[in-house]
């Protein structure tokens, strides 16, 4: 083999190999094999390279280097079954791999090419299952950055959350209040609108009732003897025949009334077993963004001087 043939070679072997070094870290052997590639070493290459790929864990990179090796190996050493089981293996790992024909011997290129027009079926399958496999990853690299994308966002809006506490001080002394004040301070609606209900509507009926009776009361007069002379007397009566109904009025008034007294004071008991003079209540608000600071901002002034115009920049921050 001529000496330029074995440099062209050289390079050919050498320049993949940098590429692949600065992509990835390369594993030892497949160094090694390259560089007793080099020495010409064909039958060490393609056993030692056979064997590596046995064993596996290689990178997709590193498989096609070694199969690629070997594969020129036994092609160097005319062994064409060993040749094209390694060049199919390699174009089923990297479909659209060419040789160099700058830095591999023509008839290796034309050998691979013919192979790959052999394995053309087979191989747009596996460009096919590439493309899916490169779509796939894209969308999983996609899901992975929107969830990133949601968890730092997440991540941020619990930095801007405060606990805010809000301490409520109760009066003691809107628990005596009628109506259910002391319970609608306490925030016991429910009980407080059925109290006050209940309470308004006794004082209503005892009101009425007060009225009701004392419209049934009636005034007359009479003369007496007395001793500076006659003098009248003015009275108050209810009519005999209004009396039953004055009497239903007047239960009705002091009843009501009682009524009322009794729910006042159990509203009271109630409102004084719940009672506290302080209440503490916390929750949580999200802060607002900070606004962004505006962009700097350049200007171009044109001004009049005397021997002409003048030019000003004006930058704002």
């Given at each position: 083999?001529?000496?330029?043939?074995?440099?062209?070679?050289?390079?050919?072997?050498?320049?993949?190999?940098?590429?692949?070094?600065?992509?990835?870290?390369?594993?030892?052997?497949?160094?090694?094999?390259?560089?007793?590639?080099?020495?010409?070493?064909?039958?060490?290459?393609?056993?030692?390279?056979?064997?590596?790929?046995?064993?596996?864990?290689?990178?997709?990179?590193?498989?096609?280097?070694?199969?690629?090796?070997?594969?020129?190996?036994?092609?160097?050493?005319?062994?064409?079954?060993?040749?094209?089981?390694?060049f199919r293996a390699l174009?089923?790992?990297?479909?659209?791999?060419?040789?160099?024909?700058?830095?591999?011997?023509?008839?290796?290129?034309?050998?691979?090419?013919?192979?790959?027009?052999?394995?053309?079926?087979e191989l747009d399958l596996?460009?096919?299952?590439?493309?899916?496999?490169?779509?796939?990853?894209?969308?999983?690299?996609?899901?992975?950055?929107?969830?990133?994308?949601?968890?730092?966002?997440?991540?941020?809006?619990?930095?801007?959350?405060?606990?805010?506490?809000?301490?409520?001080?109760?009066?003691?002394?809107?628990?005596?209040?009628?109506?259910?004040?002391?319970?609608?301070?306490?925030?016991?609606?429910?009980?407080?609108?059925?109290?006050?209900?209940?309470?308004?509507?006794?004082?209503?009926?005892?009101?009425?009732?007060?009225?009701?009776?004392?419209?049934?009361?009636?005034?007359?007069?009479?003369?007496?003897?007395?001793?500076?002379?006659?003098?009248?007397?003015?009275?108050?009566?209810?009519?005999?025949?209004?009396?039953?109904?004055?009497?239903?009025?007047?239960?009705?008034?002091?009843?009501?009334?009682?009524?009322?007294?009794?729910?006042?004071?159990?509203?009271?008991?109630?409102?004084?077993?719940?009672?506290?003079?302080?209440?503490?209540?916390?929750?949580?608000?999200?802060?607002?963004?900070?606004?962004?600071?505006?962009?700097?901002?350049?200007?171009?002034?044109?001004?009049?001087?005397?021997?002409?115009?003048?030019?000003?920049?004006?930058?704002?921050?």
């Amino acid at each position: 083999m001529s000496r330029c043939l074995t440099l062209l070679l050289v390079l050919g072997l050498l320049v993949p190999g940098a590429v692949l070094a600065a992509d990835e870290q390369v594993d030892p052997e497949v160094s090694a094999l390259r560089a007793s590639y080099e020495y010409g070493r064909y039958a060490e290459v393609l056993e030692r390279a056979s064997s590596r790929i046995d064993r596996g864990r290689l990178s997709d990179n590193e498989l096609a280097e070694l199969h690629k090796l070997a594969g020129l190996s036994a092609f160097h050493l005319n062994r064409s079954e060993d040749s094209a089981r390694h060049f199919r293996a390699l174009l089923r790992v990297e479909p659209d791999f060419n040789l160099d024909p700058f830095a591999v011997p023509p008839p290796a290129v034309a050998w691979l090419d013919s192979i790959r027009e052999q394995m053309s079926a087979e191989l747009d399958l596996v460009r096919q299952e590439r493309r899916l496999r490169v779509e796939r990853e894209r969308a999983e690299t996609e899901r992975e950055r929107v969830a990133t994308e949601e968890r730092r966002r997440r991540v941020e809006e619990l930095a801007r959350q405060v606990t805010v506490r809000e301490v409520e001080k109760r009066s003691y002394l809107v628990n005596f209040m009628p109506f259910g004040a002391g319970q609608f301070q306490q925030g016991r609606t429910s009980v407080g609108t059925l109290l006050a209900a209940t309470e308004g509507a006794l004082a209503v009926t005892s009101i009425l009732s007060f009225f009701a009776y004392n419209s049934l009361i009636e005034t007359g007069k009479v003369t007496v003897d007395a001793i500076g002379g006659p003098k009248d007397i003015t009275y108050t009566y209810i009519p005999t025949s209004r009396k039953p109904q004055a009497l239903v009025w007047k239960w009705l008034k002091w009843g009501s009334a009682g009524g009322f007294y009794a729910v006042y004071a159990a509203g009271v008991i109630d409102s004084l077993r719940y009672h506290q003079d302080q209440v503490v209540q916390t929750h949580i608000e999200t802060l607002p963004l900070a606004p962004q600071p505006a962009p700097p901002a350049a200007r171009l002034n044109l001004h009049p001087t005397p021997g002409g115009a003048g030019v000003g920049f004006t930058l704002a921050f």
